[in-house]
């Protein structure tokens, strides 16, 4: 079974790093984009950043010059690295991913959860 997992949230104060992994397992030919998104409470998903099957990277204003998402094919893997958090990124983070099962096909995660006290 294909299936997507995100990990490594947690409780941080202003100012801190962590790192997100997403790690797809199950029958997969290769991966395609991947992003990250995340949903604070009360307001809509949003796309964060992501990156291509090429490794062409791209970021949301709120996040650019903190965060850095990278890819490892051979461990199907991607990584979203925080740094310099605020509360204002307090929020659900869910990894989506092009994957080829032969056929593409887009799988979410279930999300972990950032939480940046001030």
């Known amino acids: ?62 996040v650019e010059g903190r965060f850095a998402i990278s890819r490892n094919d051979s461990e199907m893997t991607a990584f979203l690295e925080m740094a310099s958090l605020k509360p204002e990124d307090t929020a659900v983070y869910y990894c989506r991913a092009t994957l080829w099962t032969p056929g593409a096909q887009d799988y979410w995660g279930q999300g972990t959860q950032v939480t940046v006290s001030p």
């Open 1 to 62: 079974q294909v299936r997507l997992e995100e990990s490594g949230g947690g409780l941080v104060q202003a100012g801190e790093s962590l790192t997100l992994f997403c790690k797809a397992s199950g029958k997969i030919y290769r991966l395609g984009a991947i992003d990250w998104h995340r949903q604070a409470p009360g307001k809509q998903r949003e796309l964060v950043a992501r990156i291509s099957a090429t490794g062409k990277v791209t970021y949301a204003d709120a």
